[in-house]
């Protein structure tokens, strides 16, 4: 599931989520699966949050493909369809694919300028496929 908006100014699961969003993304993630009350039981350590606000968002994710619920007994549960993994990997691919397609060499070159800043294993992958891309022209 492609996120339909990408904010560059903010960080992290702000880039993809709303910052109530991205709490509840991430509780959900840490915990598992969990009902609105429990998740907001969680939110309210932090600061006071209405149970019809947290339905609402967690109802929102699910509609969005980020969470599935089932039924149990009067409550509702609420668990992540992908990791945190699965999803930061799907959206960064698509992310970066779709600057690829776009801007091309421009963001080509962004990137190598980026890489001395990214950690040396990163760099020895890019060499191996580098290497495997030149065996196959």
Do not use: C
């Not at 910052?19 to 600061?47: C, D, F, H, T, Y």
């Not at 890489?115 to 290497?131: F, G, H």
């Amino acid at each position: 599931m492609k996120v339909s908006h990408i904010k560059v100014n903010e960080e992290g699961l702000n880039r993809f989520f709303g910052p109530l969003e991205a709490r509840i993304m991430r509780i959900i993630w840490e915990s598992g699966e969990l009902s609105i009350k429990e998740v907001q039981r969680i939110l309210n350590e932090e600061s006071p949050i209405s149970f019809n606000a947290v339905m609402t968002v967690m109802n929102r994710l699910a509609e969005k493909g980020h969470l599935a619920k089932r039924a149990r007994g009067r409550s509702t549960y609420f668990r992540a369809v992908q990791t945190k993994e699965q999803f930061l990997a799907e959206q960064t691919r698509a992310v970066t694919l779709g600057l690829i397609e776009e801007f091309g060499d421009l963001v080509v070159n962004h990137m190598i300028e980026a890489l001395e800043q990214a950690d040396p294993a990163s760099i020895r992958k890019l060499e191996q496929k580098l290497l495997e891309l030149k065996k196959q022209e």
